[in-house]
């Protein structure tokens, strides 16, 4: 890896940032709180400003997902998340960014607001690549390299030994999105930050979790690289109300394990179900709470599941994508649903 002075723009590295009321004071006992031109008067909690850096939030996240609370950073959503290393690591109309293809839009979308050229790598047909690929892609301007494990919209794990390679070899930053990485037997990438500087792991509390709503994205990664995250976000990004109802769902880790159990046997179920169906022509392995399936013909099952109040994403535009619908797993009633339309279906 580069030394990260000259991986990082040279006005965020200098950047002073800005400094709260609450960033200032710290750690003393104190209990007039008179700096931060609050209104005193309040039934709950809401009047005061949450605490910038989420230290209690951390410190409950650290013991799940085995990361000490200084290499944690918290986003409003992985949306922050995602878009932070392109304000940090990219210069405007210089630097490039290289990911695979299929992958999750915002990498791209982040890109294109932030004028930074967005490259790809167009997987096998087995939704793999090879690292010399990911690397021949490179030049002296490339910032980044995103990576989604498990990927979507195609559900599978990519190569673990192949994403090795390029975090080994590439002399910039790369970035893996385990937002899927729960409903996953894959081991997360979040073990290899020790031994390597230039990765940045992003989970979600979106998914596996069940708290879409409250936007709460993490990353994972050097010290150095979360004081950066830090001095560049807004300084409240995460709000109380998130934080309170995230240590809340952190108190019953139970709950995920067990929803993650039921929506993994209902997976298999679907894909079997997928496969039996006359208008299914293929279901790709899947390592997340949703599976691609190629079908006759996507346009007109995904139209005629709207009709019947059934949404599921038309992903035929996609490359490599062709006729393919992506599934997410829903409720046990709401699988057989679709099922049941599914049948009805006369080509
Ligand atoms: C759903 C998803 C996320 C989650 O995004 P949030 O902003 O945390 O809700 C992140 N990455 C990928 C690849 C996803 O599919």
Redesign the pocket.
């Given at each position: 890896m580069k030394q990260l002075e000259q991986l990082v723009r040279p006005n965020i590295w200098k950047l002073a940032p800005y400094s709260s009321a609450r960033d200032e004071y710290s750690g003393k006992q104190a209990h007039v709180f008179l700096d931060a031109n609050e209104n005193p008067y309040s039934m709950t909690d809401n009047n005061r400003y949450p605490d910038p850096l989420q230290r209690e939030l951390k410190v409950a996240l650290s013991k799940v997902k085995g990361v000490a609370p200084e290499h944690i950073f918290l986003?409003?959503?992985?949306?922050?998340?995602?878009d932070l290393p392109y304000r940090i690591f990219c210069e405007p109309g210089r630097d490039n960014v290289v990911a695979i293809e299929p992958?999750?839009g915002?990498y791209r979308v982040c890109a294109d607001i932030n004028n930074v050229e967005y490259r790809t790598v167009k997987l096998n047909e087995s939704f793999q690549f090879q690292a010399d690929q990911i690397l021949q892609a490179c030049d002296e301007h490339t910032k980044l390299i995103w990576f989604?494990s498990p990927?979507?919209p195609t559900g599978n794990s990519l190569d673990r030994q192949e994403m090795l390679h390029v975090v080994e070899r590439f002399q910039g930053i790369v970035i893996i999105?385990e937002?899927?990485i729960d409903f996953s037997r894959q081991q997360s990438f979040r073990s290899e930050l020790a031994t390597h500087p230039n990765l940045i792991v992003?989970n979600?509390?979106?998914?596996a979790w069940a708290l879409?709503a409250i936007?709460?994205?993490m990353a994972f990664a050097s010290k150095e690289i979360i004081d950066i995250f830090n001095k560049v976000k807004y300084p409240y990004n995460i709000n109380r109300l998130t934080q309170a109802e995230a240590m809340e769902a952190l108190a019953n880790p139970y709950d995920v394990d067990r929803w993650v159990k039921s929506i993994l046997d209902e997976r298999v179920r679907m894909m079997k179900a997928f496969l039996e169906l006359p208008v299914c022509q293929q279901v790709y392995p899947s390592d997340a709470n949703f599976f691609l399936a190629r079908m006759t013909d996507a346009q007109s099952i995904y139209d005629y599941l709207v009709d019947h109040g059934i949404i599921v994403r038309n992903r035929s535009r996609i490359t490599l994508c062709h006729n393919c619908l992506r599934v997410t797993i829903g409720l046990k009633s709401e699988n057989n649903e679709l099922i049941a339309a599914l049948r009805q279906y006369v080509q």
């Open positions: 986003g409003n959503g992985s949306d922050e998340a995602i992958t999750y915002m989604c990927n979507n999105d937002a899927y992003l979600t509390m979106s998914k879409a936007r709460l994205g």
